[in-house]
């Protein structure tokens, strides 16, 4: 079963200064601090690109794991896809999507994955994970949006 998540952050910046935050490799270890999630292989600092890789390395639930991600798709300034290569989740696929109006960027996360483990893992999605998911994608742009938004004064 596939799970989707959305979630809308306005940010008064830029649509450059976001989407350049938002693919920005420290800034997401910055930002994931709480789960202190270091980027180990791939792309490890700077801004990440299409066709780049980086992977992660987080605790979650008290437990380290690691996630690599390839960028799938990227339009400057518009958009960028980040998917799953190797990791926990049976399929993970992250769309960062941003439009700027009147100098304010709206940007729209939208996670779709699917969890293994049949029954049970539909379940920790249920009564954990989904929840999680939501909780560290508001705490990172909640980061994202500090930073933008000092970034244009």
Same mark, same amino acid.
Do not use: C
């Given at each position: 079963?596939?799970?989707?998540?959305?979630?809308?952050?306005?940010?008064?910046?830029?649509?450059?200064?976001?989407?350049?935050?938002?693919?920005?490799?420290?800034?997401?270890?910055?930002?994931?601090?709480?789960?202190?999630?270091?980027?180990?292989?791939?792309?490890?600092?700077?801004?990440?690109?299409?066709?780049? !890789?980086? !992977?992660?390395?987080?605790?979650?639930?008290?437990?380290?794991?690691?996630?690599?991600?390839?960028? !799938?798709?990227?339009?400057?300034?518009?958009?960028?896809?980040? *998917?799953? *290569?190797?990791?926990?989740?049976?399929?993970?696929?992250?769309?960062?999507?941003?439009?700027?109006?009147?100098?304010? !960027?709206?940007?729209?996360?939208?996670?779709?994955?699917?969890?293994?483990?049949?029954?049970?893992?539909?379940?920790?999605? &249920?009564?954990? &994970?989904?929840?999680?998911?939501?909780?560290?994608?508001? *705490?990172?742009?909640?980061?994202?949006?500090? &930073?933008?938004?000092?970034?244009?004064?």
């Amino acid at each position: 079963m596939m799970t989707t998540i959305k979630v809308l952050t306005k940010i008064n910046a830029p649509i450059q200064t976001v989407f350049d935050l938002s693919r920005n490799v420290d800034t997401h270890q910055q930002s994931a601090d709480f789960t202190k999630e270091t980027a180990i292989d791939g792309i490890t600092s700077g801004l990440i690109n299409y066709k780049e !890789t980086v !992977t992660w390395r987080g605790k979650h639930f008290g437990v380290y794991l690691t996630h690599k991600s390839r960028i !799938t798709a990227m339009s400057l300034y518009d958009y960028f896809v980040d *998917e799953m *290569e190797e990791g926990k989740f049976k399929s993970f696929r992250h769309e960062h999507i941003f439009n700027e109006k009147d100098g304010v !960027t709206i940007m729209k996360d939208k996670l779709h994955y699917e969890v293994p483990y049949g029954f049970f893992g539909e379940l920790f999605d &249920l009564l954990f &994970l989904k929840n999680h998911l939501i909780n560290f994608i508001i *705490e990172r742009n909640k980061t994202l949006k500090a &930073l933008s938004e000092n970034e244009k004064q």
